[in-house]
């Protein structure tokens, strides 16, 4: 805010003032004293005001950080400020083996862990050429996980997409039901998030007694529960007016910036990878792509709500489907070696897998060393592979010299991807709308920034 | 012939023979020279159909200097293909995208963050990831991640008590690096 020179502070805050730069005034807003500001603006001759919202704003979505240019009301220029969560995790899988690196790539997007593992994982398979000799339960668990995992995280867009506009129902229900998916996650893996449990060549581990059942009960409450939400919110006339209209990009501005997932759902394009460029057998699974033709926040709001039902199905299919089976590949060349169980004390080496290489398989103890000290060599080439996270397209490209540790790994994280629309879907509207349309956009900061 | 691999004969039929294709693992990479990298992304997307632009991104290729990719995709058949250009390593610079793919946008700058890769006529340079001011490109080969052996392992029962052995590498980290 230029042109103001008489305006003084006087507010409770010491923190909070007003003080002079080079470019104009610059007010710092702490709460309760917009009265001061808006005096102090009343008093200027600059109709232009810049508000920094972010990088700590409670309704950015982490540590993003926007920068509006308002002219009154009205957004007339949006920046976005990235790169507060950025951990080098592309950087440090060229310093570990092909399967350490799924420790750091679940840790990416931190709300759908399972498909980067599973897309990262699915990129080594190829460059390996062990895409076949995937064990069929390792692919069945990691699609109902990855399908539990598209819930949870479109639960927690509804949550707190809800909470940013006002209704903190929205937010218990929707934490309320992540809460029964985290639960099965837990019994599965052992964590909540971060889980590294889908591993080069299958997974680290087999579901453990009881998860079967357990799977199928949580299935049952959560379509129970669902309803709650989709009787709070859809049809709801307060939700509908902050939400329809607002956010609009339409499919020529989808194609232009990359979008993907339910912002470009939301043009009416059916555009999902799981049909599209099908991956771990999802053409043999029945379930519908939902679309809407709305292009607006509300349309994406829906398509979330519809998709859980839709990965609810897939889950049933999936159960029915399990079979007994070994869940990593036969090669003891690649296959991990640990079989892990869950004990008192967590995850870790199973007693039975110990006392194999200890005292009984002079084999099995060479395996283990040269795979945990070293790891395995991947033949030179490049890879790129996609999944459909439930940001959009999540994809991967592997580059490697044939080494034991990636020559290259980059990913392509939907949130980053889709966050350059915010420009295009904030200016001309409203400042409140800015927060409506980035909830639409469900952007994770740790998979923006990696 | 698969259509991925008729995509991308198409695409080098249009450069001329300069451009050449790569099918490795079913994944089809046309290579194109620096001086036709503008002109390849244009036949794409007029002349394939490849609208929907994906993402960018480089690798450091040593002495090759870096190999800059990016990711097409024809919204109405799913058909992908890969586009590869090699930028020198003592003048890496290439003409921005953005004026063919609104949005190659972030993917550039990120790109040039991270790499070094100079895009000309970019509308809005400048950090996108990394913080203003920070020196060096950290996904170049000679940027070598010695924070494990720069810094103490701040998880230890005993902060600041050393064991006296070296703190073990990570692999990959030369001898030489680090204190």
Known sequence: ?450 | MTARRDLGERLCGLLGASARVEELDGEVTVDVPLEAWLAALVAARDVLGLTFFDWLSATDELDLGFGVVCHLVDPRTADRLLVRTAVPRDRPELPSATGVYRGADWHERETTDLFGVVFAGHPRPGPLVLPQGFAGHPLRKEFVLEARTARPWPGSVEPGRTTGRPLPRPLGVPPEAGP
């Open chain 1, 1 to 450: 805010m230029a042109g103001t020179d008489d305006v003084t502070y006087t507010g409770g805050d010491s923190y909070a003032g007003a003080r002079e730069t080079t470019e104009g005034t610059v007010y710092t807003v702490t709460g309760q004293d917009w009265d001061s500001v808006v005096q102090g603006v009343a008093a200027s001759d600059e109709e232009r005001v810049v508000v920094n919202m972010g990088p700590q704003h409670p309704s950015t979505h982490g540590v993003l950080r926007l920068i509006l240019e308002l002219d009154g009301e009205t957004v007339t220029e949006t920046r976005v400020g990235v790169g507060y969560l950025h951990t080098g995790i592309e950087k440090n899988l060229e310093y570990r083996s092909w399967t350490q690196g799924v420790t750091f790539v679940t840790r990416m997007d931190y709300l759908s862990p399972f498909f980067n593992e599973t897309a990262y994982c699915l990129a080594v398979e190829k460059l390996l050429g062990i895409t076949e000799q995937v064990p069929e339960r390792a692919t069945v668990i990691r699609v109902m996980l990855m399908e539990l995992n598209r819930i949870s995280s479109h639960l927690v867009a509804l949550a707190t997409g809800g909470m940013e506009l006002g209704a903190l129902t929205a937010m218990i229900f929707g934490f309320r039901e992540r809460e029964l998916v985290l639960d099965v996650f837990e019994l599965v893996t052992g964590l909540r998030m971060n889980h590294a449990y889908v591993r080069p060549g299958g997974v680290a581990q087999d579901l453990p007694p009881g998860a079967v059942d357990k799977i199928a009960e949580t299935v049952t409450q959560l379509r129970r529960n669902f309803k709650d939400t989709a009787d709070l919110l859809e049809g709801n006339g307060i939700f509908m007016a902050r939400t329809e209209g607002i956010g609009y990009l339409d499919l020529a501005g989808c194609m232009a910036l990359g979008i993907t997932g339910p912002v470009l759902r939301s043009t009416g394009l059916p555009w999902d990878l799981r049909k599209t460029q099908p991956y771990c057998g999802y053409e043999t699974y029945e379930f519908d792509v939902v679309t809407q033709t709305t292009c607006d926040s509300y349309g994406r709001f829906l398509i979330r709500l519809r998709e859980m039902g839709e990965s609810l199905k897939i889950v049933e299919q999936c159960l029915d489907r399990l079979q007994p089976g070994p869940v990593m590949v036969e090669d003891k060349k690649i296959a991990w070696p640990a079989q892990l169980a869950i004990g008192s004390d967590g995850m870790g080496n199973s007693l039975d897998h110990i006392r194999h290489i200890m005292g009984e398989s002079m084999e099995a103890l060479i395996h283990h060393f040269k795979l945990v000290t070293e790891g395995f060599h991947v033949p030179a080439g490049q890879v790129y592979q996609a999944v459909e996270s439930p940001r959009g397209e999540l994809g991967v490209h592997v580059v490697s010299d044939g080494g034991t540790r990636p020559y290259r790994v980059h990913f392509r994280d939907p949130s980053f991807t889709n966050l350059q629309a915010t420009a295009a879907m904030c200016e001309g509207g409203q400042v409140a709308d800015v927060i409506a349309a980035v909830a639409s956009i469900d952007p994770v900061m740790g998979g923006v920034d990696r």
